[in-house]
């Protein structure tokens, strides 16, 4: 168990929660907040966009946790990275769909 690998399973688990909101939006038609939109993270993209975001996503969390977790240490790190970014998305997403700027509006804040 090393801090790289714990790494590993925090931001490979992430990466996973985060394919689920795109991937759904996606296949169900429905446009979403991506990156890749105007302005970034808050504007809504088509939904192959969407698609292909959570593609990407899935692909690189499977790719970052293919050794599954072989410590406690990692299978914590697996826990809390998706658990934390189920609470930021969760976040992000309910007060963009609001009408507010998400994490982007708690980055403005910080700044003034």
């Not at 985060?18 to 991506?34: I, L, T």
């Not at 959570?54 to 990275?81: F, K, P, Q, T």
């Not at 976040?91 to 700044?111: I, N």
């Amino acid at each position: 168990m090393s801090f790289p690998s714990i790494l590993r399973s925090v931001v490979g688990a992430a990466l996973l929660v985060n394919a689920v909101p795109h991937g759904v939006s996606g296949v169900q038609g429905q446009p979403f907040p991506s990156p890749f939109a105007d302005p970034p993270g808050v504007g809504d993209s088509p939904p192959l966009v969407n698609v292909a975001w959570s593609a990407a996503n899935a692909s690189a969390g499977a790719l970052l946790l293919r050794g599954g977790a072989r410590s406690r240490g990692e299978a914590l790190g697996a826990v809390l990275g998706g658990v934390g970014m189920a609470f930021a998305l969760a976040f992000h997403f309910g007060d963009v769909r609001r009408g507010g700027k998400g994490l982007r509006g708690l980055a403005d804040r910080a700044r003034h």
